[in-house]
């Protein structure tokens, strides 16, 4: 039902005078052209970690030639997402005198992107940064918005800023090294955008699961991009976070609590939110909102995706509730869940029965082990 | 030559959507109301010092009655600019559960300003702020301009953000505590402002200065009150510093190298920008650039607000170069200095002639001890 195009995509997240173009496509890491002219100065920082850094760092540096390039390779996981990572950056950079017009590059995953962009936010009160998203979920999650940051003891991504990229190059070449669970997560995000306002990216989704999860380049890269799409779409609405762009949290407040309640890194963040968003579903189902049949397309979707539906059974409903309550997006004091009419037919309930969600999440939730 | 108002001074930084109010005048900490009307939710945390702490927090606090309140007091001193002060503001906000709705007040000199402005701009991506300055360089300075940060161990302000507080309340009362090392510290800043594009506020302060330092409130208000319209006007116009903001640089090159030569603390911001001013006004005047007559003014005045005209002698001319070439006013290599054509008429040499510079400073310096 869609052709698909070998060519590069490009398209620009729109956002005055802080718009930015995501190029999308097949061995663009063998292409500097497009990085080269969003460099700002001769000064580039490059931030990556320990596995990427052997996949593909030689090959971005082979594009950088001729100018001042120093490296930071950071260990490689959600938990070093903290202070001590971020300024090892800033060492870097003072080190080597870099100055205003210095430009910064996040080669890896979300986590690298998160501190990377963090960082050039905060470096001298801001410098440009470009970022090569090598995972799936970067790629069509943390490529568009401007969100950066790093943990805190006490809450996930507590400490950041909101700096938008100069540009975002998505080489789809990166995945075939990600491997199969890292993958699945990614396509939780990118079912997300479906679920959100796009039925028809659902229904091409639904009938093409098996080429993405067979890495099929022309595939990925429209899945890419139409995700970018869509979420670009919706930041553009609402750059700040103020109103509509936290439909983009579906499946976030019960995944959070999924990923926080289990300890970071034993649930992959991509995973918890397939098993919120399905969680969503139920209980949108369960108030009468969704019909059965869209419940049952969400959740054949998410079985295909190998992603999981069910929550682990060691947490509680208690439990549960207890997690949610903490999670950043309670607004003055209430829990605020994004929920759906229906497939591509979200909407953002404010004002939640606490009460009914914890004697429903009782019912619903399998007995603590 | 002006009448002086005995009511609160009101002034609006006209910066589009991020706009806001400083009010200045006596005994404002006794009321309340703009700052109730200025705060967003109803969780506040006040970030202080031990030294301001017992002086103004109290009173304070008798004005956020009703809100749930926090405070965190932090030590005294720019060696506590850094990570370690600005996280225990982050583990206060995270313990107290505070959401994206609180307030931060800044109740303190521009070291708590610029921590607490950094941490409510980078607490959940950006939180408001309110900034009650209590030191008079704070009150003409930071009270302008949105600058937030810490320091580095390898350079002073390298970490930061740009986050415009809500509200700026300027109370001459609290420069009563303030000792008189400190008082004619801020006045270097005010001084300042008069030399870079205002040549009847410097006739005024050079008619003014013995009520200034004696802290007459009305005078206090007044000059307070000048500066931050002259800071205001050129930020509005060049909000993230690309062009005539720099203009504000105006002894700060010069005044770096002393203060980073001399070890922070040694000699206090202020007095080093003002040897730094007379030291731009000298050079000035040896490319030709300023009479004779003007240097004099600038030199008389600095010297009767009891700030000092000499660099110290234990800093050579080659010691000088190497901190101002690291200064990050450093642009594509070239050292950048604020100069003078006459009081009231700076500008930005962004060629400087560094051989020439290096050596006037090796002739006007006193020898090294």
């Known amino acids: 039902m869609t052709i698909l195009s070998p060519k590069p995509y490009r398209l620009t997240v729109d956002l005055g005078e802080r718009s930015y173009p995501i190029i999308i496509g097949s061995e663009l890491l063998a292409q500097g052209e497009a990085l080269r002219t969003a460099i700002a100065g001769r000064q580039v920082l490059v931030v990556t970690n320990t596995t990427v850094a052997p996949l593909y760092l030689h090959r971005l540096l082979q594009q950088l030639q001729g100018y001042t390039v120093a490296t930071v390779t950071l260990a490689d ?32 995953g979300g986590v690298v992107g998160d501190m990377t ?44 800023a909101f700096h938008q990229p100069r540009l975002v190059v998505a080489d789809t070449a990166t995945l075939n090294t990600l491997d ?16 959100i306002n796009d039925p028809d990216f659902f229904l091409w989704l639904e009938q093409n699961i098996e080429p993405l999860l067979s890495r099929s380049p022309d595939h990925l890269a429209y899945a890419i991009e139409r995700s970018c799409r869509d979420k670009a779409a919706i930041v553009a609405a609402d750059e700040r976070e103020g109103g509509q762009r936290a439909l983009l949290n579906l499946g976030h407040t019960f995944g959070h609590a999924i990923e926080t309640g289990m300890g970071y890194g034993s649930w992959l963040h991509g995973e918890a939110v397939a098993t919120g968003m399905v969680l969503a579903g139920r209980y949108s189902h369960h108030l009468g909102k969704m019909a059965h049949s869209d419940l049952q397309r969400l ?16 947490l509680s409903a208690e439990r549960f509730m207890a997690l949610m309550a903490v999670d950043k997006k309670v607004e003055q004091g209430r829990i605020r869940l994004v929920l759906l009419r229906g497939i591509g037919d979200a909407y953002i309930d404010g004002a939640v029965d606490e009460g009914a969600l914890a004697a429903w999440l009782q019912e619903t939730l399998p007995s603590p082990a």
Chains 1, 2 share one sequence.
């Open 77 to 108: 996981g959600e938990q070093y997402k903290e202070w001590q990572s971020l300024n090892t950056i800033f060492d870097a950079l003072l080190e080597h005198h870099f100055n205003r017009d210095c430009t910064l590059i996040a080669l890896g």
């Open 117 to 160: 962009g963090f960082a050039a936010a905060s470096y001298q009160r801001g410098v440009p940064f470009i970022q090569i998203p090598t995972t799936l979920l970067a790629q069509v999650d943390s490529s568009v918005g401007g969100k950066t940051g790093i943990n805190h003891p006490l809450g996930k991504n507590m400490i950041g």
């Open 180 to 195: 199969d669970r890292q993958l699945a997560a990614g396509l939780a995000e990118v079912v997300k955008y479906g679920l």
């Open 299 to 314: 959740e054949a979707l998410t079985a295909r995706a190998g992603l999981p539906l069910e929550p682990p059974a060691t």
